[in-house]
């Protein structure tokens, strides 16, 4: 019977799971676990007592589901027999494969069938440590790299790969329905690599997982095209000219709507050049209009500059303006006084000269002055206006002839002085402050 004093494994990092030789032990004997690795004690084909990193002593403590196969020898340690397995949890990477035929599939862009080739590395660590020994190295010495896929993955490996079968398999029907199903054009497939690489990854990690692996990568490095199949030529004939012809849409597209924007541009400025013709023309009328109403605004301050300067009162103006139209009234006065008004006005003496003429001449105009101003004055506060006949001495007529003898109205404009800003005025309200005439 061996009897050793330590267990441990310190092999090569491409073995994920060893068999120590030695399988009778005593109690006492010191268990050696690296950090990386996990000791697992097996005893008639059972997974009995794990142990994760670190340094124990195996006695009937550490190994409880062991004890009941411990041999007492007297006076010495215990003895008991038992099988164990040493897993190296670290992650194997770049384990290499590729396809050992090629794979014929239907191209969903152009409707032709090609052949592709693939090839690429996966990563591998376990994931269940009792899995992959009761599932995959049973009574065996352990599982190598190697054994994966078999030597380097490719067809010509001298060694058999346990899973070389399940990855070309998975790998020759996943990679067209990737194809497919994403509508991928072969011509552009090497843009969708990784979405290709992690769809297969997850399709093969559901049956690694049943064994106690897992593949925390996989990648699909190369898909090899027939350059000399007809169909791949024809392919790419027709991606070719179908790319001219997109880019050719575009071009027109793209001078389309520069054109669009050329005519806007100058649709737009066509209207804000309108525009501002039109805004310059109001300008312009409006200025003239203002202009015109400054002119005559000024032409009245001037008259009225002047009329002050002279002396002329505006009871004075308009007592000459009457005296005027009554000498204008050809045969409306009856000789005497008439006759010496219309005399003295059409001769330009004004009112006030009259008084050179006579006393009965002035008499008599300060009659008709008074008799009209009188009327005039009288009705300016109230609603309907009178009128003396100058032929008969009738007020009380408001037509345009006398009631009493049909004498035509002596037609006057009578005006009046804005009591509030001294404006003259003719009609009801003043035309500079509004005021209303009383």
């Not at 060893?18 to 109690?27: A, G, L, R």
């Not at 007592?49 to 411990?70: H, V």
């Not at 067809?155 to 070309?168: E, I, P, R």
Request: contains cysteine.
């Amino acid at each position: 019977m061996a009897i050793i004093n330590v267990i441990k494994y310190e092999g090569d990092n491409s073995t994920f799971v060893f068999k120590h030789p030695v399988e009778d032990f005593n109690t006492g004997t010191q268990l050696i676990v690296h950090e990386s690795q996990e000791a697992i004690f097996f005893r008639d084909g059972k997974l009995l007592d794990r142990f994760g990193s670190g340094k124990y002593t195996l006695d009937t403590e550490s190994l409880p589901l062991m004890k009941k196969f411990f041999k007492k020898v007297a006076e010495g340690p215990s003895q008991f027999h038992a099988e164990v397995y040493f897993v190296n949890l670290t992650t194997m990477m770049g384990i290499k494969w590729g396809t050992d035929s090629k794979i014929r599939m239907f191209d969903p862009a152009s409707g032709l069938h090609v052949e592709l080739g693939a090839s690429g590395d996966f990563n591998l660590r376990v994931s269940d440590s009792g899995k992959i020994l009761l599932k995959l190295v049973g009574t065996e010495l352990g599982l190598k790299r190697d054994e994966i896929l078999g030597g380097n993955g490719y067809s010509n490996s001298a060694v058999s790969g346990k899973f070389k079968g399940l990855v070309m398999n998975k790998v020759k029907s996943l990679l067209p329905k990737s194809i497919r199903e994403n509508n991928i054009n072969i011509l552009e497939v090497d843009e969708y690599l990784s979405d290709i690489s992690e769809y297969i990854k997850d399709e093969l990690n559901i049956v690694f997982n049943s064994y106690g692996l897992c593949l925390p990568e996989f990648f699909v490095t190369n898909i090899a095209t027939p350059d000399d199949d007809p169909n791949y030529k024809r392919l790419k004939q027709q991606h070719a000219e179908r790319y001219l012809k997109i880019q050719e849409e575009r071009i027109r597209k793209a001078e389309a709507e520069e054109r669009r924007g050329r005519v806007i541009v100058e649709a737009e400025t066509a209207a804000e050049v309108k525009l501002v013709g039109v805004k310059a023309e109001e300008e312009a009328t409006r200025r003239m209009a203002y202009a015109e109403a400054e002119k005559k605004r000024a032409e009245g301050l001037a008259e009225a500059d002047v009329m002050r300067a002279k002396g002329f009162t505006y009871q004075q103006e308009t007592q000459r303006e009457i005296g005027v139209a009554i000498a204008q009234n050809e045969g409306g006065a009856s000789g005497g006084a008439g006759s010496a008004i219309s005399g003295v006005v059409q001769a330009g003496v004004g009112i006030g000269a009259a008084v050179a003429v006579g006393k009965a001449t002035v008499g008599a105009v300060s009659g008709v002055m008074d008799d009209v101003m009188g009327s005039s004055q009288q009705t300016n506060s109230v609603n309907v206006i009178t009128w003396k006949c100058p032929k008969c001495g009738y007020d009380r007529n408001t037509g345009k002839f006398c009631s009493e003898c049909g004498e035509k109205k002596v037609e006057i404009s009578i005006k009046w002085i804005c009591p509030n800003c001294g404006h003259e005025n003719t009609g009801k309200f003043c035309g500079e402050c509004g005021t209303k005439k009383e």
